[in-house]
């Protein structure tokens, strides 16, 4: 059986950036130019797809520079 790499968001994370700022996560939507939509998805993990922009995006506005800070890999089948 092959096993497949699957990327997670690591919701804890940005939440607590977010709690740290007073930032909810419409803000942070807003002030990075995505819509809440697409945020709401990528952290309820639902999306099969990471768009590459929309998380430099959220990256940028949180001002992390490390992507393992919030994203996790991890094996599936």
Known sequence: MEVCKLIYVKTDRI???LRE???S???LAKEAGIRPA???ELCSNI???INRLTL???M????ITN???VIEIREGE
């Open 15 to 17: 939440d607590e950036i």
């Open 60 to 63: 940028k506005t949180l001002n």
């Open 38 to 40: 697409a945020l709401s």
């Open 21 to 23: 700022r007073g930032w």
């Open 47 to 49: 999306r099969t797809t």
């Open 25 to 27: 996560r419409n803000r």
């Open 56 to 58: 430099y995006k959220i």
């Open 67 to 69: 992507i393992n800070e």
